[in-house]
């Protein structure tokens, strides 16, 4: 039987929960998620931990934060005047900012903390510092999308 090697495409199923048991997210048997695997369209601990499966392979991996969404960093929070952001966002919802810095690059933002007067934007990934959890399953190697 085939296993995965880099630059196969695979479509999986998986379960992602942190360190206390709650899921932060899940395929559904109509959406599994499909990549390429070691390439760059998932994490790294994911798209690594695939290489080697066979279809029908199930699997239990940890994903510490360097190979996941990185650190929290403190220095990527930012308060800003309520009025910079739309009248309807809320405690959050993503948003995307522009960095006068970096050639208005845009990246994306999360709304943290919100007031009549001011909000706590953060730039860190809300997977940022943590521990990921994944059950997965190798459901096919190579296979055409479905249409």
């Known amino acids: 039987m085939a296993s995965v090697v880099a630059g196969d495409m695979v479509t999986i199923s998986y379960r992602g929960t942190l360190d206390d ?31 080697g499966m066979t279809v029908g392979e199930k699997k239990r991996i940890v994903i510490e934060p360097d190979q996941a969404y990185g650190d929290y960093d403190d220095e990527l929070e930012q308060t800003v005047e309520r009025s910079e952001l739309p009248e309807d966002a ?39 510092g943590e521990t990921l959890i994944f059950e997965i399953e190798l459901l096919g190697i190579n296979e055409p999308e479905p249409s």
């Open 21 to 51: 048991g709650s899921v932060f997210d899940e395929s559904t048997p109509d959406e599994p998620l499909r990549f390429v695997a070691g390439g760059e369209e998932v994490i790294e601990g994911l798209t690594n931990a695939v290489i």
């Open 90 to 128: 809320e405690v959050g919802d993503q948003l995307t900012a522009t960095s006068v810095e970096d050639d208005d690059e845009e990246f994306p933002v999360w709304v943290v903390e919100l007031n009549e007067t001011e909000a706590v934007l953060d730039a860190n990934h809300p997977l940022a």
